[in-house]
């Protein structure tokens, strides 16, 4: 291993537990029988469906659109009939349910028409771009971030790529087997994006203990021509493959708080998402499966499945031979950044990397949270150098402002500190539930912001109308005692005579009944 | 419509207990921490006899009784605050700091304060400002100093301990029994006509303190290779104390003692390593723990040299657990992406 340019501080060297998965190739994991395709986007609101219940759909067809959300459109990923358009639990941190799209596949599994091949080597960007939003492309290292935008998002000039294939959570393994079986895909992906991007490097990272994929790489750029992308081991140190700590490494440089990568000139892919990229320009192909990794102790057989999106959990462990007597937990992701979720009827998205089923007793439960002694383990792990414990103090007694002071939002969530805490205290749970309680303060601040600007808005046009009415009476006036038409001025002479004459005779009328 | 059979759904539990533990539990560092007091507790009975055995299993009864009492009152179940082991640790810290023929009351009483005033009112372990133990001793040193300062100068036996411990307060007290500690004498300037107990050498060997403190010392490196205690507050109390001492000795050697006389005197090889390491009272950044351990080090010099007290160790833990929430803001680590 070559000396990098960079380190990250702390970081934990973990068991990796990944050859319970990536010993066999990666399979196909059949059709079930019902597909689920949540709508909830990422800014929180619900994709339009374009389809209702009855309708028949093929694997391809979109069947719900993001309303100016950056989010692609959702397609189907097998064909068969819509069932149903009703709430149903995702896969989501906070273990909220969705609107979803319920489709009863036919087993058929037809498709329709594939978009037409883009040429990989002389299309422009705005195409490629068009192309992955048409395409559904989203980040799929776990954060499921809509890739056109964010390619599109850099102002600044992107000087350097970087493919992340350092799967460092343990038990995860689908990069791995990726990178070893479809390592060509990768690389013309980087080709390509390196191309539309218009940077001078690009590097490709993966973790000094994948070493069949890395000489899988190796093979696949001496067959290809792609001698200009560096591959490059990183340390088998957790979270070598965050996207900022491996930035760190390879370039040395720091996003700056609060912003992206793309503000430093960086641009950081995941491996899959880069292979997916390719086989959307190459083919056409729709983004409608994924590989995940389905492991853990509670799983029979565990290995990486190729899955449609849209596939119950429970299907994929199905296909894995079954829970086993100590299936105990289950986690969406690793058990560093996973979450756990509590039903198996629950589809994958996008986003989801790997089903770990615990085994019960293993590792051993951990007992219930004690009072942090302030010992500062959670410190010296921290990747991020923050300071955990005090986070927690300020976070724990809802002091959120006191917690952005320590820098609450510059959180990766690795569960680092959990992972070191003597006293089991789960950190990074707090810490999420801070952030998001942050998150919806600056909402309603936001929306308290805009609900006065708009209502100084209405105040003024209300202002404005009322001065526009005086000054049209005033004008109407003075045009009326001015130069008005000689019909109207004989028409207020005769209604001023007619009023003389009445007054007149009322007049008279209250004389004569004097007595 | 005929549906095609669906698996059955299978629901699990939220739990959090299925995540990766990398580190250790507060029960096993606290066991940790008894265990590499023993070879200092050794030769402290070594030294003065077994009275120090008698005062640490009364400290840790009277933790034990005193945390369960201030649990119920706070309505709080006891198991857990018992089971971590930080009241026990508390217990033998003071057990070890009082004079071994002390009678019983003396460390009951500071036993009870450490606990209750020093740790308990505050909200219990985590909660507490001060070193607990520390708390305990200042208390008794000031209220008691007659009983606090008197050690036996040579090996008492069982007997004649109990009954020193136990015995009626008013007994007599054979003057061979007590003795005033070389740190005393270091105070004395020398025209009085004492001599200092270490004219130069690398260790004290005059006097079994040395041995004691190396027995720490032992215990204290075994606690570092274990990675359980932060090596920054070891080094920074050490470096501390042997600054001062360094400086003042190489200005004059006649009338200050030399570093390694403070190194292997009293209790400092105590303080860097078990009592300075509470990481509840310390400094939690790591330039902080610098800062703070360097301050014990130097307040330590400077209330043995100076001071009225015969080791400064329990008010130099105290000063600085006071400045530890200000060191902990001033010196924030520089979190990624954050200007340097």
Same mark, same amino acid.
């Given at each position: 291993?070559?000396?990098?340019?960079?380190?990250?501080?702390?970081?934990?060297?973990?068991?990796?537990?990944?050859?319970?998965?990536?010993?066999?190739?990666?399979?196909?994991?059949?059709?079930?029988?019902?597909?689920?395709?949540?709508?909830?986007?990422?800014?929180?609101?619900?994709?339009?469906?374009?389809?209702?219940?009855?309708?028949?759909?093929?694997?391809?067809?979109?069947?719900?659109?993001?309303?100016?959300?950056?989010?692609?459109?959702?397609?189907?990923?097998?064909?068969?009939?819509?069932?149903?358009?009703?709430?149903?639990?995702?896969?989501?941190?906070?273990?909220?349910?969705?609107?979803?799209?319920?489709?009863?596949?036919?087993?058929?599994?037809?498709?329709?028409?594939?978009?037409?091949?883009?040429?990989?080597?002389?299309?422009?960007?705005?195409?490629?771009?068009?192309?992955?939003?048409?395409?559904?492309?989203?980040?799929?290292?776990?954060?499921?971030?809509?890739?056109?935008?964010?390619?599109?998002?850099?102002?600044?000039?992107?000087?350097?790529?970087?493919?992340?294939?350092?799967?460092?959570?343990?038990?995860?393994?689908?990069?791995?087997?990726?990178?070893?079986?479809?390592?060509?895909?990768?690389?013309?992906?980087?080709?390509?994006?390196?191309?539309?991007?218009?940077?001078?490097?690009?590097?490709?990272?993966?973790?000094?203990?994948?070493?069949?994929?890395?000489?899988?790489?190796?093979?696949?750029?001496?067959?290809?021509?792609?001698?200009?992308?560096?591959?490059?081991?990183?340390?088998?140190?957790?979270?070598?493959?965050?996207?900022?700590?491996?930035?760190?490494?390879?370039?040395?440089?720091?996003?700056?708080?609060?912003?992206?990568?793309?503000?430093?000139?960086?641009?950081?892919?995941?491996?899959?998402?880069?292979?997916?990229?390719?086989?959307?320009?190459?083919?056409?192909?729709?983004?409608?499966?994924?590989?995940?990794?389905?492991?853990?102790?509670?799983?029979?057989?565990?290995?990486?499945?190729?899955?449609?999106?849209?596939?119950?959990?429970?299907?994929?462990?199905?296909?894995?031979?079954?829970?086993?007597?100590?299936?105990?937990?289950?986690?969406?992701?690793?058990?560093?950044?996973?979450?756990?979720?509590?039903?198996?009827?629950?589809?994958?998205?996008?986003?989801?990397?790997?089903?770990?089923?615990?085994?019960?007793?293993?590792?051993?439960?951990?007992?219930?949270?004690?009072?942090?002694?302030?010992?500062?383990?959670?410190?010296?792990?921290?990747?991020?150098?923050?300071?955990?414990?005090?986070?927690?103090?300020?976070?724990?007694?809802?002091?959120?402002?006191?917690?952005?002071?320590?820098?609450?939002?510059?959180?990766?969530?690795?569960?680092?500190?959990?992972?070191?805490?003597?006293?089991?205290?789960?950190?990074?749970?707090?810490?999420?539930?801070?952030?998001?309680?942050?998150?919806?303060?600056?909402?309603?601040?936001?929306?308290?912001?805009?609900?006065?600007?708009?209502?100084?808005?209405?105040?003024?046009?209300?202002?404005?109308?009322?001065?526009?009415?005086?000054?049209?009476?005033?004008?109407?006036?003075?045009?009326?005692?001015?130069?008005?038409?000689?019909?109207?001025?004989?028409?207020?002479?005769?209604?001023?005579?007619?009023?003389?004459?009445?007054?007149?005779?009322?007049?008279?009328?209250?004389?004569?009944?004097?007595? | 419509?005929?549906?095609?059979?669906?698996?059955?759904?299978?629901?699990?539990?939220?739990?959090?207990?299925?995540?990766?533990?990398?580190?250790?539990?507060?029960?096993?560092?606290?066991?940790?921490?008894?265990?590499?007091?023993?070879?200092?507790?050794?030769?402290?009975?070594?030294?003065?006899?077994?009275?120090?055995?008698?005062?640490?299993?009364?400290?840790?009864?009277?933790?034990?009784?005193?945390?369960?009492?201030?649990?119920?009152?706070?309505?709080?179940?006891?198991?857990?605050?018992?089971?971590?082991?930080?009241?026990?640790?508390?217990?033998?810290?003071?057990?070890?700091?009082?004079?071994?023929?002390?009678?019983?009351?003396?460390?009951?009483?500071?036993?009870?304060?450490?606990?209750?005033?020093?740790?308990?009112?505050?909200?219990?372990?985590?909660?507490?400002?001060?070193?607990?133990?520390?708390?305990?001793?200042?208390?008794?040193?000031?209220?008691?100093?007659?009983?606090?300062?008197?050690?036996?100068?040579?090996?008492?036996?069982?007997?004649?301990?109990?009954?020193?411990?136990?015995?009626?307060?008013?007994?007599?007290?054979?003057?061979?029994?007590?003795?005033?500690?070389?740190?005393?004498?270091?105070?004395?300037?020398?025209?009085?006509?004492?001599?200092?107990?270490?004219?130069?050498?690398?260790?004290?060997?005059?006097?079994?303190?040395?041995?004691?403190?190396?027995?720490?010392?032992?215990?204290?490196?075994?606690?570092?290779?274990?990675?359980?205690? /932060? @090596?920054?507050?070891? %080094?920074?109390? $050490?470096?501390? #104390? *042997? +600054?001062?001492? =360094?400086?003042?000795?190489?200005?004059?050697?006649?009338?200050?003692?030399?570093?390694?006389?403070?190194?292997?005197?009293?209790?400092?090889?105590?303080?860097?390593?078990?009592?300075?390491?509470?990481?509840?009272?310390?400094?939690?950044?790591?330039?902080?723990?610098?800062?703070?351990?360097?301050?014990?080090?130097?307040?330590?010099?400077?209330?043995?040299?100076?001071?009225?007290?015969? /080791? @400064?160790?329990?008010? %130099?833990?105290? $000063?600085?657990? #006071? *400045? +530890?929430?200000? =060191?902990?803001?001033?010196?924030?680590?520089?979190?990624?992406?954050?200007?340097?």
């Amino acid at each position: 291993m070559t000396t990098l340019p960079g380190r990250f501080p702390g970081g934990l060297e973990l068991e990796g537990h990944k050859s319970l998965a990536n010993q066999c190739p990666i399979r196909f994991a059949g059709l079930p029988p019902r597909l689920l395709f949540p709508l909830r986007q990422r800014n929180g609101e619900n994709a339009r469906a374009l389809v209702s219940i009855g309708d028949l759909v093929r694997r391809g067809s979109v069947i719900a659109g993001g309303n100016q959300s950056l989010d692609p459109p959702i397609h189907a990923s097998s064909s068969g009939r819509v069932i149903a358009i009703e709430d149903h639990g995702m896969a989501h941190p906070a273990g909220i349910s969705s609107r979803c799209i319920i489709i009863e596949t036919d087993g058929l599994d037809e498709s329709i028409a594939a978009l037409p091949a883009l040429d990989t080597t002389h299309c422009s960007p705005e195409s490629l771009l068009d192309r992955l939003h048409e395409a559904g492309i989203v980040g799929l290292g776990g954060a499921g971030f809509p890739t056109a935008a964010k390619l599109l998002k850099g102002k600044t000039a992107i000087d350097t790529l970087i493919l992340n294939g350092a799967e460092c959570e343990p038990y995860i393994a689908c990069d791995d087997r990726l990178l070893r079986e479809r390592a060509n895909e990768v690389l013309q992906g980087a080709a390509l994006l390196q191309r539309c991007l218009g940077c001078r490097t690009t590097l490709i990272a993966v973790e000094g203990d994948m070493r069949l994929a890395w000489q899988a790489l190796k093979a696949a750029q001496s067959a290809g021509d792609f001698d200009f992308i560096q591959i490059i081991q990183v340390p088998s140190r957790y979270p070598a493959g965050g996207e900022r700590q491996l930035i760190q490494l390879l370039t040395g440089r720091e996003v700056p708080s609060g912003a992206l990568p793309a503000a430093i000139g960086v641009i950081c892919q995941n491996v899959a998402t880069v292979a997916a990229i390719y086989r959307a320009a190459a083919h056409g192909e729709i983004l409608d499966s994924r590989i995940v990794t389905v492991t853990g102790a509670g799983v029979q057989t565990p290995q990486n499945l190729e899955v449609r999106l849209g596939t119950p959990i429970g299907f994929l462990i199905e296909q894995c031979g079954g829970y086993t007597g100590q299936a105990h937990g289950l986690i969406v992701g690793g058990p560093m950044m996973g979450y756990t979720v509590n039903s198996d009827a629950i589809p994958v998205t996008k986003p989801v990397n790997a089903i770990l089923v615990t085994g019960a007793g293993s590792p051993a439960t951990i007992p219930d949270p004690q009072p942090c002694i302030r010992c500062g383990a959670c410190a010296e792990a921290c990747p991020a150098s923050l300071l955990p414990q005090q986070l927690y103090w300020h976070t724990h007694a809802q002091q959120l402002q006191r917690a952005l002071d320590y820098h609450l939002l510059d959180c990766i969530e690795c569960g680092c500190c959990d992972a070191v805490c003597p006293s089991h205290i789960p950190l990074v749970h707090e810490f999420r539930q801070a952030k998001q309680a942050s998150l919806s303060q600056q909402r309603a601040r936001d929306s308290a912001a805009h609900a006065r600007m708009r209502f100084e808005a209405r105040q003024a046009r209300k202002e404005q109308e009322q001065r526009d009415r005086e000054l049209a009476a005033q004008r109407r006036k003075a045009s009326l005692g001015g130069h008005a038409s000689p019909k109207i001025q004989e028409a207020l002479e005769r209604a001023r005579q007619k009023r003389a004459k009445q007054n007149e005779s009322l007049a008279s009328e209250t004389t004569h009944n004097d007595p | 419509m005929t549906h095609n059979p669906l698996p059955v759904e299978r629901r699990f539990t939220h739990d959090l207990s299925s995540r990766v533990t990398a580190g250790h539990q507060v029960r096993d560092v606290m066991w940790a921490v008894i265990a590499a007091l023993v070879p200092g507790l050794l030769a402290l009975i070594w030294q003065s006899g077994p009275g120090v055995l008698v005062q640490c299993s009364l400290a840790v009864a009277s933790a034990l009784i005193g945390e369960s009492m201030a649990l119920k009152l706070r309505s709080r179940p006891a198991r857990p605050s018992l089971n971590d082991l930080s009241a026990m640790v508390t217990a033998i810290l003071l057990g070890l700091s009082v004079p071994g023929l002390a009678p019983w009351w003396v460390i009951t009483l500071g036993t009870l304060f450490a606990i209750l005033l020093g740790k308990q009112v505050y909200g219990g372990l985590g909660c507490n400002p001060f070193n607990p133990a520390m708390v305990g001793y200042a208390i008794l040193l000031v209220s008691f100093p007659q009983e606090m300062t008197h050690w036996p100068a040579e090996p008492v036996g069982l007997g004649e301990t109990l009954h020193a411990i136990f015995g009626e307060m008013d007994s007599h007290r054979p003057d061979a029994l007590a003795m005033a500690t070389p740190l005393d004498a270091s105070r004395t300037p020398p025209a009085m006509g004492h001599s200092t107990a270490t004219p130069g050498g690398l260790v004290p060997a005059s006097h079994s303190d040395s041995w004691v403190n190396l027995g720490y010392l032992l215990g204290g490196l075994w606690l570092l290779r274990r990675k359980l205690i /932060d @090596g920054r507050i070891s %080094a920074g109390v $050490l470096a501390g #104390l *042997t +600054a001062c001492a =360094l400086g003042f000795y190489l200005e004059d050697s006649s009338r200050y003692p030399s570093p390694a006389f403070h190194l292997f005197s009293g209790a400092t090889m105590l303080a860097a390593f078990f009592i300075a390491t509470d990481p509840v009272s310390a400094a939690t950044t790591p330039r902080g723990r610098w800062i703070y351990a360097a301050g014990i080090g130097v307040l330590i010099y400077v209330i043995r040299t100076w001071g009225g007290y015969p /080791d @400064g160790v329990a008010f %130099a833990v105290l $000063l600085m657990n #006071l *400045t +530890a929430p200000t =060191l902990d803001h001033f010196t924030r680590p520089r979190a990624y992406g954050h200007p340097r």
